[in-house]
């Protein structure tokens, strides 16, 4: 018999290595540190997922932060890069997360990543609070609304439970709530301060569209007339 008709196992394991496609080198660029603030460390459900943030400072107020998601060995960087640290929610079903992105004093932005082929991509082609805030100004009640700053989007407290503390039945792992901030210089001349606070709309995970419950419609008219006197 042949003798290379059956290649010795070290020579099949470096055939099979060769023929497999390579592991590319994952994990944050040099000059990122990882941040010991155990507030800024998150875990999915299932613990299969751990969250961790990494800090460069370059100096003259030049900080950047990226987010990488943990998976056994495996590291995915989740994007876009920062200048704060971030808060993060999961759905139940470890399936879906939401970025909470401070970008300001009193502004923040949202952001939605989704499991695909094991590891967490953008679930969206825009913010999530993009995409939110467009809907708001789609809305014949308030697309005539201009924000100027402190504008913020805000994931309400829920998303793990189905936000049964609302006193909703909704399906798991199905919908967030978004809650919607913001203030205007051009106001009425007898108040100091005119905006938007805390109004809430529903974003649906299956179907990527928004609505307002009927549950929300008192809340949200009283929210486009909030003012503060000085």
Known sequence: M???CHPAPWLALV????????????????GFVLTDNADLAFTSPDGATKLEQYMKDGGDFDVKWQVWARRGEQMTELKPEQGYGAGFRFTSDSQWLVRMQKTGSGEQDLFLYHVEKGAFVSATKHSLSDLAWAYFHSRPDTRK????????????????????GLGVKWPDNRYLVISLSGEMDKHPKNVAMKGLADWRCRYDLKTGTFDVPAMFAKANAEALRWEIRR
Do not use: Q, W
């Open 2 to 4: 042949n003798a290379f």
């Open 145 to 164: 609304m201009k924000l100027d700053y402190h504008i913020s989007a805000n994931l309400v407290k829920g998303t793990e439970e189905a936000y049964r």
């Open 15 to 30: 055939l099979t290595l060769a023929a497999s496609p390579a592991l590319a080198a994952s994990g944050p660029p040099p």
